[in-house]
């Protein structure tokens, strides 16, 4: 390391800027804002902010601009802000380079309420942009007479848009984002298939593209007879140019910058250090903006070339010499598998932190598709650009990228449909992570140890050495490269756990026992779309549930089961590796019009579907259900008919009451036990938790399930005033995020993901 100057001044760096993050150093772009505006924009505020715009992106039914160099006016005061995210709906479309004025409803980005979530607030503040603005009136400051960043985003919308036209829908939109790094047509089912198959890296532009595309130019324009020195430099420039016009992302600059260093060292006819230039390639990135060391996209960039440069060649020295010999074919199917698996065992850790899931037949769709790769980036940007002046020379050029493309999505197609295509592993500790790479570390440092002087005719004592000491030390690589792998994915003994999402406007409960047993009660919300793909399922997968013995519906109202809907769809259409085993329904919902729809859905993805009533009993290891409302052969309906489930666990009692309220309450009052916890039936409504209801069940923790601001007013201030008196501690999910009680020693302990209940009390 000490002969790789660069590589100790990239880790300093990195360990500077860990650092002063967790000092709260403001060198991040956060904008300097009074504590009382900061409580206010969580909200939101009416504001007006001045900016130029820096990126468009246009959305289904908006479009989204990056204002920099802008300031917000808020109270006839300038306070500067670096950086804002502005959304409008107008139908006038601004440029890249406009200063405009916009008025609207100013917040902070806010992280979100679930583990396992998609943190937007931590993505954009990574890009030092910490406020968005939802704009309702705009106004023209200044027309940018010229913007090369606006005739590159024209001309990539142009490009994409006529896509669509030359080539089938779907194949249109793996293109775009595959060589313009537009994501905008790209459909779901192809994202899944390029996701599951283990080969989403074809769909972003990385390292993959700005050496296929860069290193093929310079090659063509050095047949061409120019000197190495133009040939580079040309290269450079339009791989500058590349990089501009398909987003800038993180792994597209380090790309790109360790590509001009690579073409700089031959030019000038020095040797290249990958290392030294993806370190250099760090610091170049990180000193204007230190927040991308925090960003997903950076980190998985810089470990797929660490395993590359690192973990590859100790790996590759394994393979016999009569190997490496022999056939072409054979022989670039070996390295090629040897690399993924190099690039696998580096970016592992940070896949299941970010992702929770690994796709298992990875290497197949890599071996398969890798090759032809060069091609279909060559035909895409030629008959893509090409086809704005000419669509039909744009469709002849592309024949080639769609064939391509069609086997792409065959071979993830058929992958995504084998068992057990993805495993949902959970995300790990950081600790965790640590300690693998210090196995990983370990493992690589015994092997260069061991095989140095492998290979050199010269060094023949060395190599006879080596070869004594191969059997061991691989064995020891690979205890301890073992030893790693299961830490990693080793996860922490729970007893029992019950876990509140919040999911705004609904209800959705999930049961972990004994890290075996999982059980989901109710998913379902009236003011978020998608909650069952983006809250509930992400949580799960990053619990490293990929097992629901099954789910409990209390009863068919949209708050309570979309997003249940939404996870059937999803494994019956092989969206997710989740496996849903059973579906318990109130006995009254059978054969009416709102089971006959879930039940459906429910064959489609091969559940079983079972009725609830008063007397049913479910055990699981030391966990105990036991149903106690609705009676069988009651006619009931909506809230009054929800299934109430009491829980126990050792000497840990529950209470799960759906919407349950009025007559409903005191049809159980017989029935129920006292408890410990009280999930309040119907988001703490002022019909529901009557007193003497609470007199009978005497929790210790009564969890709401209503957003911080509901339309319908819950939770009631008699509710919580009830709940209060009791004595019981109360806490709401669009307080305090999700909200997890756990069973540990017959003790409870209670966690809140984001907690701010706690910070206002």
Not at 251 to 258: E, G
């Amino acid at each position: 390391m000490t002969k790789r100057p660069l590589c100790l001044a990239c880790i300093g760096l990195m360990i500077v800027v860990w650092m002063m993050k967790q000092a709260g150093v403001p060198i991040f772009g956060e904008p300097a804002l009074s504590p009382e505006l900061q409580d206010q924009l969580r909200d939101g505020v009416e504001a007006i902010v001045v900016g130029t715009i820096s990126e468009r992106t246009e959305k289904p039914n908006s479009t989204q601009y990056i204002l920099k160099n802008s300031f917000l006016i808020y109270q006839e005061t300038k306070i500067p802000i670096h950086k804002i995210l502005l959304t409008i709906r107008e139908a006038e479309r601004y440029s890249v380079g406009d200063r405009i004025e916009a008025a609207g409803i100013l917040r902070t980005l806010q992280p979100p309420g679930n583990p396992g979530e998609f943190d937007s607030s931590a993505y954009f503040a990574c890009q030092k942009i910490y406020c968005s603005l939802w704009g309702e009136q705009i106004e023209m400051k200044k027309k940018a007479k010229f913007s090369f960043g606006e005739v590159l985003q024209s001309f990539r919308e142009r490009v994409t848009g006529n896509l669509p036209e030359m080539i089938r829908p779907e194949l249109a939109g793996t293109l775009s984002a595959m060589v313009f790094g537009e994501r905008k047509l790209l459909t779901e089912d192809s994202r899944l298939n390029y996701q599951v198959g283990g080969v989403s890296h074809m769909i972003a532009i990385s390292g993959l593209h700005i050496t296929l595309l860069g290193m093929g130019i310079f090659r063509l324009l050095f047949r061409m007879k120019l000197p190495q020195m133009a040939a580079g430099g040309l290269a450079a420039a339009v791989m500058a140019v590349y990089c501009l016009f398909t987003g800038g992302q993180a792994s597209t600059v380090r790309a790109f910058l360790m590509f001009g260093i690579m073409l700089a060292g031959r030019m000038l006819r020095r040797s290249y250090d990958l290392l030294s230039g993806l370190a250099l390639a760090g610091i170049l990135i990180l000193i204007p903006n230190p927040g991308y060391l925090f960003y997903s996209g950076f980190q998985l960039s810089f470990a797929a070339v660490l395993g590359a440069g690192v973990v590859y060649p100790s790996l590759r020295k394994l393979l016999p010499q009569k190997l490496l010999q022999g056939k072409a074919l054979l022989k670039k199917g070996v390295e090629s598998s040897i690399s993924w698996l190099a690039i696998m065992l580096c970016t592992l850790p940070m896949v299941c932190y970010y992702f929770f899931e690994i796709p298992l037949y990875g290497i197949i769709a890599n071996l398969l598709m890798l090759p032809s790769m060069s091609l279909v980036m060559a035909s895409g940007l030629l008959g893509g650009m090409m086809g704005v002046a000419s669509p039909l020379m744009g469709r002849v050029l592309l024949v080639p990228a769609a064939v391509c493309l069609e086997g792409y999505e065959w071979i993830t197609g058929k992958i995504r449909g084998l068992p057990g295509a993805s495993w949902i592993c959970g995300q790990p500790e950081i600790w965790e992570m640590a300690i693998y790479y210090l196995c990983l570390a370990a493992a690589v440092w015994i092997l260069k140890r061991s095989l140095i002087g492998r290979n050199q005719k010269a060094a023949k004592r060395c190599i006879e050495r080596d070869i004594r000491k191969r059997p061991a030390d691989i064995l020891a690589a690979a205890v301890i490269l073992t030893i790693g792998l299961g830490i990693l994915f080793w996860r922490r003994p729970v007893e029992l756990s019950v876990t509140a999402l919040d999911v705004g406007q609904g209800d959705c409960l999930v049961l972990n026992a004994e890290n075996r047993f999982h059980y989901l009660v109710d998913g379902g919300s009236r003011d978020v779309e998608g909650v069952g793909i983006y809250r509930i399922l992400p949580y799960l997968k990053q619990q490293g549930i990929h097992v629901l013995e099954g789910i409990f519906i209390s009863h068919p109202d949209g708050d309570h089961i979309c997003g249940i809907e939404e996870l059937l769809i999803a494994v019956a259409e092989r969206r997710t590796g989740l496996i849903i085993r059973h579906l318990f329904l109130p006995c009254w919902m059978r054969n009416g019009e709102e089971e006959k729809r879930i039940r459906l859905l429910a064959d489609r993805a091969g559940i079983t579907v079972q009725y609830l009533s008063k007397g049913d009993e479910l055990r699981a290891g030391k966990l105990r259900i036991e149903v106690l409302h609705p009676v069988y052969g009651e006619t009931l309906a909506g809230n009054e008919g929800s299934v109430v489930l009491q829980i126990s666990y050792g000497n840990f009692g529950g209470l799960l009451t759906g919407d349950l309220e009025g007559d409903g309450e005191r049809e159980v009052l017989e029935e129920v036990e006292g408890c410990e916890f009280l999930k309040v039936a119907h988001h703490g409504s002022r019909n529901s938790t009557r007193m003497e209801f609470l007199e009978k069940v005497s929790p210790e923790i009564c969890i709401i399930s209503a957003p911080e601001n509901s339309i319908y007013g819950h939770p009631h201030r008699e509710v919580l005033e009830r709940i209060e008196a009791k004595g019981a501690d109360w806490y709401q999910t669009g307080l305090s995020g999700a909200v997890r009680v756990e069973v540990i020693g017959g003790q409870m302990k209670v966690q809140e993901f984001i907690g701010r209940a706690a910070e206002e009390d």
